[in-house]
T-cell receptor
Framework: DQQVKQNSPSLSVQEGRISILNCDYT??????FLWYKKYPAEGPTFLIS?????DKNEDGRFTVFLNKSAKHLSLHIVPSQPGDSAVYFC???????????FGTGTRLTIIP | DGGITQSPKYLFRKEGQNVTLSCEQN?????MYWYRQDPGQGLRLIYY???????QKGDIAEGYSVSREKKESFPLTVTSAQKNPTAFYLC????????????FGPGTRLTVT
């Protein structure tokens, strides 16, 4: 049972435009959500997080939106840059600092 | 420079042999984790430890074992009982206070033939 789902395996976006990556979850106990970026044969790098008391968190070009009633979160990257091409994973936990459940990832390709 | 080290980057073993993957962190993090990634899949949790001398099974612990004798170290042994050991293995660590995000090592690719 996949508790965290990323239904788009891949996404292509023109450089300079907005990239929107989506993530859905089924476990209502999840309270803390994170996005990671991963290049091939490397460990994931933390991007941004959000707790359930917020509906938006912003850090530079990255913004995460959380819709608790829909059990949905999204990552917006604007403007998209070639270096953003990577696989993006969303992850969730019941409490901050507890074990994470990861989605299957979305491969983002930025087209120059 | 603080960080997480995993060694080696690539590891080859014959079927039936146990193999131990190293993970060391100098971030002074209490919690450490082992994940496995297979092609086209997300990260699946094998084992985690939130404090020295204590660890819990994750979602796919069968065929694996760990120890946590020191705060800095969390080695993972892939035993011969693991049916499909060939994978990319990732170690991570985190605080148990703010900020909570997990930081990952560079990974070890294990190939068993």
């Amino acid at each position: 049972d996949q508790q965290v789902k990323q239904n788009s395996p891949s996404l292509s976006v023109q450089e300079g435009r907005i990239s929107i990556l989506n993530c859905d979850y089924t476990n209502s106990m999840f309270d803390y959500f994170l996005w990671y970026k991963k290049y091939p044969a490397e460990g994931p790098t933390f991007l941004i997080s959000i707790s359930s008391i917020k509906d938006k968190n912003e850090d530079g070009r990255f913004t995460v939106f959380l819709n608790k009633s829909a059990k949905h979160l999204s990552l917006h990257i604007v403007p998209s840059q070639p270096g953003d091409s990577a696989v993006y994973f969303c992850a969730a936990s019941s409490l901050p600092g507890e074990k994470l459940t990861f989605g299957t990832g979305t491969r983002l390709t930025i087209i120059p | 420079d603080g960080g997480i080290t995993q060694s080696p980057k690539y590891l080859f073993r014959k079927e039936g042999q146990n193999v131990t993957l190293s993970c060391e962190q100098n971030l002074n993090h209490d919690a450490m984790y082992w994940y496995r990634q297979d092609p086209g899949q997300g990260l699946r949790l094998i084992y985690y430890s939130q404090i020295v001398n204590d660890f819990q099974k994750g979602d796919i612990a069968e065929g694996y074992s760990v120890s946590r004798e020191k705060k800095e170290s969390f080695p993972l042994t892939v035993t011969s009982a693991q049916k499909n050991p060939t994978a990319f293995y990732l170690c991570a660590s985190s605080r148990r206070t703010i900020p909570y995000e997990q930081y990952f090592g560079p990974g070890t690719r294990l190939t068993v033939t």
